[in-house]
């Protein structure tokens, strides 16, 4: 296939590219990516040169460049978003533009170019906090924050488009994900990397939120499937059907990196915090999918991975990063 993918610099989008070109080797993949303080082209380093893989820099809000790079391509795939809860509750405007009016701007070039595929990559954040049982692809979205409210719009666009245009959309609303590049700002990579320094790990509230963990490439294995055997207009929840509180959490990355729990720090709660995120995933395993990672030894190869890749992450954390977190923590 060739795929134009977007966001492809970020975190799970990387993952995805190295994971599409490792297991079909006759694919190629265009990266359009605005890099924006998430983006990161190290994230790819090892496909730079490789002549299936191609960077464009720029917006999927710009209409003209989306239907330059996506001319000829069978499907794309729409990771490009502005990711950040936190970041969204103060500057929202990037995440309205990105996250629901840059997926208009995909679901018409592939209308207009007639490209056979778009995957929508959603998010269990649209479908807001659940105090028991599981969202199904049936529940109703009731986002709570600017971030999810975006996503939402995103989300509900692209299957407007296939109900009246017949826009081949599909759409995936997966869990949260944990692994190798993921921006340090969110809350794995951020507690790893602080506790690595002995600094402190600022948990929100009473730490007894709730989300579902999924390895980035069990999420990379389903998001290739979806895009290949997907049912045209059809959602699909991709979660790891693993619950942790975010306090049991911390303890588990502080006993991994033999750092004390005198480390964990209460901060205020984040404004209209989500208490819990939890998904029901039967139908994308009726597809024949399975998450093939089990938590606690993704984890710990996360943790690894943070702890052998300081010059990956430290660059980031003395850079845009160290401004944003003085703000955002000096607020708690
Ligand atoms: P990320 O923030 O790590 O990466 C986002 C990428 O999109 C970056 O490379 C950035 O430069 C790029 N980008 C942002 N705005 C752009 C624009 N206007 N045009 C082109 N590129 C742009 O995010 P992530 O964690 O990799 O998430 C990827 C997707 O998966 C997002 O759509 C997110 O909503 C969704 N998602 C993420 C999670 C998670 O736990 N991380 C869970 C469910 C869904
Ligand atoms: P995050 O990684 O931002 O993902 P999301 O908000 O999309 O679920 O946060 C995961 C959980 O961790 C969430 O309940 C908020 C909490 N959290 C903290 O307690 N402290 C932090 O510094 C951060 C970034 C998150």
């Known amino acids: 296939m060739r795929l134009l993918v977007t966001g492809g610099a970020g975190f799970i989008g990387s993952n995805f590219i190295r994971h599409v070109l490792a297991e079909h080797p006759d694919d190629t993949v265009v990266n359009l990516d605005k890099l924006t303080y998430a983006g990161n082209r190290a994230n790819l380093a090892d496909l730079e ?34 990711s950040h809860v936190d970041r969204s509750l103060l500057e929202p405007d990037a995440f309205l533009k990105t996250n629901t009016y840059g997926v208009y701007v995909l679901a018409e070039a592939v209308r207009e170019l007639r490209i056979p595929r778009l995957v929508q990559v959603s998010t269990d954040e649209v479908y807001g906090p659940i105090a028991d049982g599981a969202a199904t692809e049936e529940s109703p979205l009731r986002p709570t924050n600017p971030y999810s409210a975006a996503k939402a719009g995103g989300d509900l666009l692209a299957l407007a488009y296939w109900r009246t245009h017949r826009v081949p959309v599909v759409v995936t609303r997966s869990s949260n994900n944990f692994g ?10 951020l507690f790893v990397t602080n506790a690595l320094d002995d600094r402190p790990l600022p948990l929100y509230g009473d730490g007894r939120q709730v989300r579902d963990w999924i390895y980035v490439l069990d999420n990379c294995t389903a998001l290739d499937l979806v895009l290949r055997k997907g049912e045209t207009g059809e959602v699909y929840n991709v979660g790891g059907s693993h619950e942790v509180e975010n306090l049991a959490l911390t303890r588990e990355i502080l ?45 710990e190869a996360t943790v690894r991975w943070y702890r052998e890749h300081e010059a990956w992450w430290r660059p980031i954390k003395s850079g845009e990063f160290r401004a944003y977190y003085e703000q955002q923590y000096a607020r708690r």
């Open 180 to 189: 190798p590049y993921q921006y340090p700002e969110k809350v794995i990579p």
């Open 49 to 82: 040169g490789d002549p299936r893989y191609t960077f464009v820099r720029g917006d999927i809000c710009d209409g003209g460049l989306v239907r330059e790079v996506a001319r000829g391509v069978d499907a794309v795939v729409s990771f490009a978003a502005e």
């Open 255 to 299: 006993r991994l990196l033999g750092k004390p729990e005198t480390l964990i720090q209460p901060v205020t709660d984040r404004p209209g915090h989500d208490r819990r995120y939890a998904l029901d995933s039967s139908k994308v395993a009726r597809l024949g999918w399975a998450p093939r990672h089990p938590f606690a030894a993704a984890l």
